[in-house]
């Protein structure tokens, strides 16, 4: 049985049922999400490789092969329609992209289950998945389940990585307007015990730990590479749970009556359906979702039980992130640019600045210096790299507002994760792409000269289509110096 066949047992079926990994009900067999080439804006629907098992990666593969794919919509599996798409402009903020939030890369968050690969959902800052008019969603205090399986690892302080019942109008409508899990450091309404990140419930105007307003210390910091993380609610009443996703069982970290505070009972929930934002298009928050559903009832903490063991038999697992030519940690290298009547130019750094140069044997020792790098293990994840300048050792390549800078490593998690880039295959069939840990849409570019990260056909001039292939493509050779 999937987990919808589970929660259906229980009496609570799902109402929206959305995994971009595998089918969440055993007969489930149609699309499980949808991908969007940036050569030519086709789309491919991704289904799993037979019904109810892990989704088709190498349909995705295939259909994005030498150039980039970003998932444009996740299905729902329920049957009613819920799907989620990009995200709408808010109360809190209108994405860059006419409005619109950014989606996210469809290679961002590679796993296996059960040793078959699949995708997650890699959400950056500015990207964000919503539906404001679905069907069977709770409204008003009506009893509803939610369970997401994200990454523990991926998290930010920013506002709010959530997936759940959120306003259908993008905006703050009050308090007890939503009710979603939410994960991550968020210091500024609730807080658990240690540093976090911590699951706490998203219910409008507040991020909830249990019932007092700011700190329970029963709701742990948690940081398994995969948790299940789970928040339900019915009329004075809600429950916050959580675990591994690999192994062992769930543990609540609070069950009793709404926040302490006026507004939450009875709820107004308003039945949208948000994913890596906020309910009033908050887009400053970072996750990484796998699957999760919502729920019509309040589950027993039976079923969940066992819609956790459905997950732990899944067999969520790590598997690389890089691919193409090994770029190996401690090597001296340097990156030759690929696009014609540019590829004598090299990456280097002109003091802070990132741009391209030509250089020759005969150049300069300077010159030579400032185009050579060392490779490190990942600042921002150890399976990734950074890249440490030879000329000016304890200083790295990072981006900052999406250009390329070389900065001295100041120690924080934003500069750790910055640094971080994932060499894969590179994108025009030569070489390497150097694609950005934190905004994987984004690969290392040469733009009028300059270094940035840049998406194809993205919000920013940089992100221009006009030979992308060849300017996100480089050769990864010995150094100069
Ligand atoms: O409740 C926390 C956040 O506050 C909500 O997600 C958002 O709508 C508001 O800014
Ligand atoms: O480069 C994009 C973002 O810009 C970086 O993550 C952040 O440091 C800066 O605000």
Not at 203 to 212: A, K, T, V
Not at 213 to 228: G, L, M
Not at 266 to 280: Q, R, Y
């Amino acid at each position: 049985a999937g987990p919808c066949d589970l929660y259906a047992a229980g009496k609570t079926p799902c109402v929206a049922a959305h995994a971009t990994t595998r089918a969440l009900y055993d007969s489930y067999s149609g699309a499980l999400y949808q991908v969007k080439r940036g050569s030519d804006g086709a789309t491919a629907d991704i289904k799993p490789i037979s019904a109810g098992r892990v989704a088709n990666a190498a349909s995705q593969d295939t259909f994005c092969n030498g150039t980039t794919c970003v998932i444009s919509i996740i299905y729902d599996q329920s049957g009613r329609g819920n799907h989620l798409r990009q995200g709408p402009p808010g109360g809190a903020a209108s994405g860059p992209n006419g409005g619109y939030d950014n989606l996210a890369s469809a290679i961002g968050a590679p796993v296996t289950l059960d040793g078959k690969k699949a995708y997650g959902v890699f959400i950056s800052p500015g990207s964000g998945y919503r539906n404001d008019a679905t069907n069977g969603v709770a409204t008003g205090d009506q009893a509803e389940g939610i369970y997401a399986v994200i990454d523990g690892t991926h998290f930010n302080s920013g506002c709010c990585f959530d997936y759940g019942n959120a306003e259908i109008s993008n905006r703050d409508t009050g308090s007890g307007h939503m009710e979603a899990v939410y994960f991550g450091d968020n210091s500024f309404w609730g807080t658990g015990s240690g540093n976090g990140p911590w699951i706490m419930a998203d219910m409008e105007n507040g991020l909830f730990s249990g019932f007092n307003v700011a700190n329970n210390p029963a709701d742990p910091s948690i940081s398994d590479r995969f948790i299940t993380a789970i928040v339900k609610g019915k009329p004075n009443q809600w429950a916050i749970r959580g675990g591994n996703a690999v192994s062992g069982s769930l543990s609540t970290f609070y069950s009793g009556a709404r926040p302490n505070t006026s507004g939450y009972n009875p709820m107004s929930k308003e039945g949208a359906i948000i994913l890596g934002i906020g309910g009033d298009n908050s887009i400053s928050a970072q996750g990484t979702f796998y699957e999760g559903v919502m729920t019509s009832g309040y589950p027993s903490d039976a079923t969940e039980s066992a819609v956790q063991a459905n997950i732990v038999a899944a067999k969520y697992a790590t598997t690389s992130l890089t691919s193409g030519p090994a770029v190996n940690v401690g090597s001296s290298i340097s990156f030759r640019a690929t696009t014609p009547g540019f590829d004598t130019r090299y990456l280097m750094h002109n003091g802070s600045t990132v741009d391209t140069q030509v250089v020759t044997s005969s150049s300069s020792a300077t010159l030579k210096g400032q185009a050579s790098w060392t490779v490190r293990t990942g600042l921002g994840n150890a399976a990734c790299v950074s890249f440490e300048s030879k000329d000016t050792p304890g200083s790295f390549i990072r981006h900052y507002a999406f250009q390329l800078q070389l900065s001295a490593n100041d120690g924080t998690k934003q500069f750790f994760e910055d640094a971080t880039f994932c060499p894969q295959a590179g994108i025009n069939g030569e070489g390497n792409s150097i694609r950005s840990w934190s905004y994987p849409t984004r690969f290392f570019r040469h733009y009028a000269d300059v270094g940035y990260i840049a998406s194809e056909g993205g919000p920013e001039v940089f992100d221009a289509t006009s030979s992308y292939n060849e300017d996100v493509t480089w050769i990864v050779g010995n150094s100069f110096a």
